[in-house]
């Protein structure tokens, strides 16, 4: 049975350092992976995709990597700001129609 | 439109009461998927649709939660004799059906059962 693990739950750093979020997944036959932001009250962003056979997907101050055989993903946010204040889930998506299922997230504070 | 609708944007209902959540998804997708986001259970899928049909019910947690999906278009979650356990929110999200399957969410039905 497919588990997604998001490690810290709770991460709070000062502006400009960079974030680090980690994800990891038991079940390596995946067919992509995707990080989301949530805010509150809100529905999620979808931030990057990353195919099952890419390594890494940048966007901007993100950049996320995947090893696939490990079972991990890293989301990393450089320079963070106030306004990357969120929470931050991985999803993994197991079949050809598209299901995600997604880690229990990463609450993140930016502290001006 | 130009993203994913859901209606109401909060809903309380007494137990035992049946609810009617709606999704309008972003014209021309053909894929539909409902997820609830709970606190004990974080973010869970429970149905996709692929046009007007159904092909993976297996998140739905009871008979109590049926869905449909009419035109291709417009989708309805309805939950019988709700329960306090079934409050939480309720998250739609469509895609184009395509690889490969990005799905643009709706902002939720909060739905609280007292």
């Known amino acids: 049975k497919q588990e997604v693990t998001q490690i810290p739950a709770a991460l709070s750093v000062p502006e400009g350092e960079n974030l680090v979020l980690n994800c990891s997944f038991t079940?390596?036959?995946?067919?992509?992976l995707q990080w989301f932001r949530q805010d509150p009250g809100k529905g999620l962003t979808s931030l990057l995709l990353?195919?099952?056979?890419?390594r890494e997907q940048t966007s901007g101050r993100l950049n996320a990597s995947l090893d696939k055989s490990s079972g991990r993903s890293t989301l990393y946010i450089a320079a963070s700001q106030p306004g990357d204040s969120a929470t931050y889930l991985c999803?993994?998506?197991?079949?050809?129609?598209?299901?995600?299922?997604f880690g229990a997230g990463t609450q993140v504070v930016v502290t001006p | 439109g130009a993203g994913v609708s859901q209606s109401p944007s909060n809903k309380v209902t007494e137990k035992g009461k049946d609810v009617e959540l709606r999704c309008d998804p972003i014209?021309?997708?053909?894929?539909l998927y409902w997820y609830r986001q709970s606190l004990g259970q974080g973010l869970e899928f429970l149905i996709y649709?692929?046009?007007?049909?159904?092909?993976?019910k297996s998140g739905l947690p009871s008979d109590r939660f049926s869905a449909e999906r009419t035109g291709g278009s417009v989708s309805t979650l309805t939950i019988q004799r709700t329960q306090q356990e079934d409050s939480a929110v309720y998250l739609c999200?469509?895609?184009?059906?395509?690889?490969?399957?990005?799905?643009?969410f709706g902002a939720g039905t909060r739905l609280s059962v007292l």
């Open positions: 079940d390596s036959a995946i067919y992509n």
């Open positions: 649709f692929q046009g007007n049909s159904a092909p993976d």
């Open positions: 999200a469509s895609s184009l059906g395509t690889e490969p399957f990005f799905q643009y």
């Open positions: 999803a993994v998506r197991r079949d050809s129609w598209g299901k995600l299922q």
């Open positions: 014209s021309g997708h053909t894929a």
């Open positions: 990353i195919q099952s056979s890419q």
